[in-house]
């Protein structure tokens, strides 16, 4: 049996205060705006020296970047890891609840100016609408996070290299999640306890999932 390593004490003190350094520059990010935040005031908000900032990130941008990129990959490695068998739903729902056991959650949120639930891993897509630095970044991240999941589904149900069914469905993975990030702040302003993001975005991968059956259909092992 494969042992977990577990995190020594440096290690853990390392990755809590990242997590700080993330943490307070999400919630200026959200109430003052990204331009607007200086990577001096998110060092005073977490009380760490610039250079331990730099130790972590190498400009503002990543640490708007950093859980999101942290959690495109898990994400893929999450499905990779799903049984032979499922359709791309019961993939997705397998996979959400595994980031969810790794801390990866976009359940659990941070409150906007407004009091509003924000969740800081989806902050690099909402940003991106008008950021172009930020833009930039999430559209790299996401063609990688598409096209592995290209390869995943292409290698899952037999379709021949070059195929364009895999590419259809992680297209729609891929959408779904963009459009519970953006769904869910209009969700926000009109519901005083509105769903997870995890939980739109499944919503709408059940809608997606009528069409997908029949490229999934007969392929399945």
């Known amino acids: 049996m494969t042992q977990v390593e ?3 004490r440096r290690e853990r003190k ?25 990577i001096e005031d998110i060092t005073d908000a977490a009380d760490v020296a610039p250079r331990t900032f730099y130790s972590y990130f190498d400009a503002k941008v990543d640490v708007v970047l950093g859980q999101f990129v942290e959690w495109a990959d898990r994400h893929v490695e999450a499905m990779e890891a799903r049984p032979a068998g499922e359709t791309p ?14 801390g990866y959650v976009t359940s659990e949120r941070l409150r906007d100016g407004d009091g509003r639930p924000y ?20 559209y790299q991240v996401m063609v990688t996070f598409q096209s592995r999941l290209t390869e995943l589904f292409r290698r899952r149900l037999g379709y021949p290299v070059g195929a364009i069914e895999p590419r259809v469905i992680a297209a729609s993975v891929t959408a779904t999640w963009f459009v519970a990030v953006y769904g869910f ?22 809608a997606y999932s009528r069409g997908l059956d029949a490229l999934w259909e007969g392929r399945l092992g």
């Open 14 to 38: 390392k990755a809590a205060t990242r997590a700080r350094i993330v943490e307070e520059a999400t919630a200026l990010f959200q109430r003052n705006g990204y331009q607007a935040t200086t």
């Open 119 to 138: 969740p800081p891993i989806a902050l690099a897509v909402v940003l991106s609408e008008t950021e172009p630095e930020v833009a930039g970044r999430v």
């Open 89 to 102: 739903v019961e993939m997705a729902e397998g996979a959400l609840d595994e980031l969810r056991r790794m």
């Open 6 to 8: 577990v995190p020594n």
């Open 185 to 206: 702040a209009d969700v926000c302003a009109g519901d005083d306890d509105p769903p997870s993001i995890d939980e739109l975005g499944l919503t709408g991968m059940r």
